[in-house]
T-cell receptor, first 117, second 112 residues
Framework: GAVVSQHPSWVICKSGTSVKIECRSLDFQATTMFWYRQFPKQSLMLMATSNEGSKATYEQGVEKDKFLINHASLTLSTLTVTSAHPEDSSFYIC?????????????FGPGTRLTVL | GNSVTQMEGPVTLSEEAFLTINCTYTATGYPSLFWYVQYPGEGLQLLLKATKADDKGSNKGFEATYRKETTSFHLEKGSVQVSDSAVYFCALSGKGSEKLVFGKGTKLTVNP
């Protein structure tokens, strides 16, 4: 149990276009999901905390107008990279906390590799 | 702010060798400490955790002890297997916070 999926697993897009990445909790409900970014040989950096039914909370230095997060249901959060540029190329990872399990364990998705040409 | 420093890899060992991956942290108060493992093509999985000083987390033969005096949480395993090949991340969360701060990860390769 506690499986988190991401779609797509990899995407290549042209500079200036927008890309949407989905994060789904497959067998549990998640009121809280997190979005991370990982550069090669670097640690995961938290971008934002996504709460179902409310606005996401962004970490310092993360542009909320560029990285749009929507957590419309208890099993789905989306990250949209708007007007993508080559510097947005990265590995994006989501995680989710299972609601009502009395634990703060985060379950991670496999990640999405974004390449902006 | 909070930060985690873990030994850089890659680490290559033979099967049945002893493993240590060092992790030290900087944090205010008493954070919770975690080790996550990422197998090829999969998402990060919680390997073990400790929530207070002197606690020992253990799972699948791996152990780590929360050392407040040295601000460390080193990962150890007495006898590694090929199936342990993965990337290992040390992480912390501040008291009362769900946010995780990660180290850079250490890639472990175990050869038969």
């Amino acid at each position: 149990g506690a499986v988190v999926s991401q779609h797509p697993s990899w995407v290549i897009c042209k500079s200036g276009t927008s890309v949407k990445i989905e994060c789904r909790s497959l067998d549990f409900q998640a009121t809280t999901m997190f979005w991370y970014r990982q550069f090669p040989k670097q640690s995961l950096m938290l971008m934002a905390t996504s709460n179902e039914g409310s606005k996401a909370t962004y970490e310092q230095g993360v542009e909320k107008d560029k990285f749009l997060i929507n957590h419309a249901s208890l099993t789905l959060s989306t990250l949209t990279v708007t007007s993508a540029h080559p510097e947005d190329s990265s590995f994006y990872i989501c995680s989710a906390i299972a609601s009502g399990r009395g634990t703060d364990t985060q379950y991670f998705g496999p990640g999405t590799r974004l390449t902006v040409l | 702010g909070n930060s985690v420093t873990q030994m850089e890899g890659p680490v290559t060992l033979s099967e049945e060798a002893f493993l240590t991956i060092n992790c030290t942290y900087t944090a205010t108060g008493y954070p919770s400490l975690f080790w996550y493992v990422q197998y090829p093509g999969e998402g990060l999985q919680l390997l073990l955790k400790a929530t207070k000083a002197d606690d020992k987390g253990s799972n699948k033969g791996f152990e780590a002890t929360y050392r407040k005096e040295t601000t460390s949480f080193h990962l150890e395993k007495g006898s590694v297997q090929v199936s342990d090949s993965a990337v290992y991340f040390c992480a912390l969360s501040g008291k009362g916070s769900e946010k995780l701060v990660f180290g850079k990860g250490t890639k472990l390769t175990v050869n038969p």
